[in-house]
């Protein structure tokens, strides 16, 4: 769906991109990440045409962004950061004015009431937007980005300055939006982009420096995989139904914090998830399940920990991914062995 390739971008002296490439495939969400000044809006921007590059192409559907810029251009969907909304409009004004902009072919009555009940805004849709507040003008601005049916959305921060309850919302609408579109999202809230993203690229000082699905970026990353537990039951009986879980090697127990249960430190064999193996054999056993939780790093932790040093970041990423690869190995070969 998208194909970027050694893409870079000079203001001046300064190198904002910097020999950047990856591929999106369609029906992909991904999320963009960076800290500010990484690039990651830059490399954004030349992705929809609003930017030129200085070396490298970007190609959309086949369609190159620089040789082809009508083609590319009607497949992507794009919210920037301050949406473009022209605020003495009514919400329906804009939108149709925003459909003869894109020269859209679509029914137009149609086609902008059926974005206005998927993203709920029909019933303000003949209201000023001055009037909107700001989530309900987020939504706006991401039913603009809807208006021709684009086959890529690219959505820099949609949830800027909204409150918990609109960022539910907002993010439920991107899960929806996913199902029918390839999605990028760009946002500083972490767990938001945990929560609706298969995929994670993390940008910093314009490289790319990790590229993987959250799960696999933790496993990499962290050095503590164990689980802690929570069970209902006697320690005794609960830590030997533990232990006999496949792929455990070691459970430590961490006492009673709550009466009737028991604490325990679960440690996984290299290359072993053993989530669900626990959770099926504490349910055979009758045994209540309280709590199950992991220790590896948020994607927060994970953040922090490659873009704190700029210049080792993607050094770090690609030793602990060799590492890790060469763990389980390790761990597969044993296996073997022991069949």
């Known amino acids: 769906m998208i194909e970027v390739s050694s893409l870079s971008k000079k203001y001046g002296n300064h190198l904002a991109v910097d020999d950047v490439s990856f591929t999106i495939n369609k029906g992909e969400i991904v999320g963009f990440l960076g800290p500010n000044g990484a690039g990651k809006s830059t490399i954004m921007n030349i992705m929809t045409g609003y930017l030129s590059m200085s070396a490298g192409s970007v190609s959309i559907d086949g369609f190159d962004i620089v040789e082809q810029p009508e083609f590319a251009k009607k497949r992507v969907g794009y919210l920037p950061e301050l949406p473009p909304l022209y605020t003495d409009m009514t919400v329906r004004e804009y939108l149709y004015f925003m459909y003869d902009l894109k020269k859209v072919k679509f029914p137009k009555k149609p086609h902008i009431e059926e974005i206005a009940r998927l993203v709920k805004i029909e019933n303000v849709i003949d209201r000023l937007i001055k009037n909107l507040s700001k989530g309900y003008r987020q939504r706006v601005g991401i039913a603009q980005a809807l208006i021709g049916n684009p086959d890529l959305l690219i959505l820099d921060e949609p949830t800027v300055g909204l409150d918990p309850k609109q960022i539910i919302e907002i993010r439920n609408l991107i899960a929806r939006l996913g199902k029918n579109h390839t999605v990028i999202v760009s946002s500083h809230i972490l767990s938001e982009i945990q929560e609706v993203c298969k995929r994670i690229i993390i940008v910093n000082k314009g490289k790319i420096i990790a590229d993987d699905t959250p799960d696999n970026l933790s496993r990499r990353l962290s050095s503590d995989h164990s689980l802690n537990v929570r069970v209902a039951g006697n320690e005794e009986d609960v830590q030997k ?34 989530r669900r193996g626990v959770s099926e054999r504490l349910a055979e056993r009758k045994k209540v399940l309280l709590n199950l939780q992991s220790n590896e790093m948020t994607l927060e932790q994970i953040f922090l920990r490659l873009t704190d040093d700029a210049d080792n970041g993607k050094f770090l990423f690609e030793k602990e991914t060799e590492n890790y690869e060469d763990h389980n190995e390790e761990a597969l070969k044993e296996k073997e062995e022991n069949e």
């Not at 879980?245 to 053993?274: H, N, Y």
């Open 241 to 274: 139904i533990l232990s006999s879980v496949a792929g455990v090697k070691r459970v430590s127990s961490l006492g009673s914090k709550e009466d009737g249960t028991c604490d325990f430190s679960v440690e996984p064999k290299v290359g072993c998830d053993i």
